[in-house]
C-alpha cells in the first residue's frame, strides 16, 4: 500500500537503541526496534531483537504475537500455534492473539478451526457490539464450501449499516468465493449510486479492494482507474506493496490490462511484481501456504503453468486449501482444466469435505453454542 509520508527507520533505530541502554526493561522497545529493522530489511537483526524482548518478558503478548507471526510466514506451523495458544493462558488474553490464532488456521487450511476461532472472537467482542469478526466468520463458512452458513452470517454482519464501505468490500469477498460476478456488477453499482464515495480519495487498502471488485464484477475501466493510482509505478519515494493482499490486488490490475489491450503496462506492472516477489523469496519469511498460493498465481501470469503447479502441490502440502477462491478466478484459467490441477483439486476438496463434516457435526448451525465463556475483551490499543 502507499503512503503519503516516509519514516525515518535509521533515525528510529539510533533511539530506540538509546533507550534500552537506558532500560534494557523496556519491552515495548524491543518492538518498535524490530519494527524500524525490517523497515530497512534487516530481518535477521529484527528477529534477533524480538528475541531478546522475549527473554525480557516471555508472557508479553505483542511480542510473542509478533514471532508467532514470524513463524506463521517462513511455515513453522507447530512453533506458531505453540505461542500463540500460550497467550490463551493469560488472564485476559489480548485481541490480537486471538485473530493470530484465526489467521494461523485459516492460511494453513484448518478451516474448521479457523470457524472455532472466530467464533471465540464474536463472543469475547459481544459487550463491546463489534460485528467485525461476523464478517471474516461469513467468508470462513465460504471458504469451508458452507454457502448458507456464510449468507447467514453476512446478513448479521452488515444488517446495521448497508451504506458501510468494509462491510460491503466483504459482501464482495462473498461474491468472489462463488463466482458470481453479474451479481457483485449489480450491486456495485449500486452501492456507488448510494454513496458517492470517491475511490480516489480513499486510503490504499480500501481503494485497492474496490478497484479489484470492479475488475472482478467486469468493470475493467474503472478498475483500472482506481488501481492504476494505487500501482504507480511512476510514482517515487513510496512503498506499492506492504502486505500480502497489496500484490493480489495488483495482479487484478494486470488482469484488467490484459483484457482492455493494455499488454505493454501489464507486463511492465508484472515484472516489478515478480522483483518485489524475488526479494520476499531471499528474505526466507514468505514459505506459508497463503504466500506461496501468491507465487504460484505470479507464475500463472507470467505463463508458467508447470512451475505454477508445482508451488501449489508444495502449497497444499503445507496446508493450502483456498481452492473455492481459485476455481472462480479468471487469473487462474491457464490451469483449471490441467488434468494435473484437477488431480490436486480433489484431494483439497475431499480434504474440506471432511472438515466440512466435523463442523456440522460439532457445531449446530447459526449458533455460538461450541464456544466456551471467556473474559470479554478491550480493544488493543
Known amino acids: 500500500m502507499i503512503r503519503d509520508w516516509e519514516p525515518d527507520f535509521i533515525a528510529a533505530e539510533s533511539a530506540l537503541r538509546r533507550a534500552l541502554d537506558l532500560d534494557p526493561s523496556t519491552v515495548h522497545a524491543y518492538t518498535w526496534l524490530a519494527n524500524a529493522l525490517y523497515g530497512q530489511g534487516r530481518n535477521a537483526d529484527a528477529h534477533s531483537v524480538q528475541d531478546l524482548g522475549l527473554e525480557v518478558d516471555p508472557l508479553n503478548p ?10 506463521l510466514r517462513n511455515g513453522n506451523f507447530l512453533t506458531a500455534e505453540k505461542l500463540y495458544l500460550r497467550q490463551m493462558d493469560l488472564p485476559q488474553p489480548p485481541g490480537f492473539a486471538y485473530a493470530g490464532l484465526h489467521k494461523l488456521y485459516y492460511d494453513y487450511g484448518r478451516m474448521d478451526k479457523a470457524v472455532y476461532w ?3 472472537v464474536i463472543r469475547a467482542y459481544s459487550k463491546s457490539g463489534s460485528k467485525r469478526e461476523m464478517g471474516i466468520l461469513a467468508i470462513d463458512y465460504q471458504s469451508l464450501g458452507m454457502t448458507e452458513e456464510a449468507e447467514y452470517w453476512y446478513n448479521r454482519y452488515s444488517d446495521s449499516d448497508s451504506e458501510d464501505l468494509s462491510r460491503f468490500l466483504r459482501r464482495g469477498y462473498l461474491y468472489k468465493l462463488r463466482g458470481d460476478s453479474a451479481t457483485l456488477k449489480i450491486q456495485l453499482d449500486d452501492f456507488v449510486r448510494r ?13 485497492s479492494v474496490r478497484g479489484a471488485l470492479y475488475v472482478i464484477a467486469g468493470n475493467h475501466g474503472k478498475g483500472i482507474d482506481v488501481l492504476a ?3 504507480d509505478l511512476d510514482a517515487s519515494g513510496v512503498r506499492m506493496f506492504d502486505s500480502i493482499d497489496s500484490y493480489d490486488f495488483a495482479h487484478e490490475l494486470v488482469l484488467a490490462y490484459r483484457i482492455s489491450g493494455d499488454e505493454t503496462s501489464a507486463e511492465r506492472l508484472l515484472a516489478h511484481i515478480e522483483r518485489e516477489l524475488q526479494k520476499l523469496m531471499e528474505a526466507g519469511e514468505t514459505y506459508d501456504p497463503k504466500s ?6 505470479n507464475q500463472v501470469m507470467r505463463g508458467d503453468a508447470a512451475a505454477a503447479l508445482d508451488t501449489l502441490e508444495s502449497a497444499s502440502g503445507l496446508g493450502w486449501r483456498n481452492c473455492y477462491f481459485i476455481v472462480n478466478d479468471r487469473r487462474w484459467a491457464e490451469v483449471l482444466e490441467l488434468p494435473e490441477f484437477k488431480s490436486l483439486l480433489s484431494w483439497v476438496k475431499a480434504d474440506l469435505d471432511r472438515q466440512r463434516k466435523w463442523s456440522r457435526s460439532r457445531m449446530r448451525r447459526r449458533t455460538l453454542h461450541d464456544c466456551q465463556p471467556i473474559i470479554p475483551l478491550v480493544y488493543d490499543s
Open 62 to 71: 505483542v511480542i510473542s504475537t509478533n514471532i508467532a507471526a514470524r513463524f
Open 229 to 231: 493510482g494505487v500501482f
Open 118 to 120: 472466530s467464533k471465540q
Open 292 to 297: 506461496l498460493e501468491l507465487f504460484a498465481l
Open 195 to 207: 454513496t458517492q464515495i470517491d475511490f480516489k480519495s480513499l486510503p490504499a487498502f480500501p481503494a
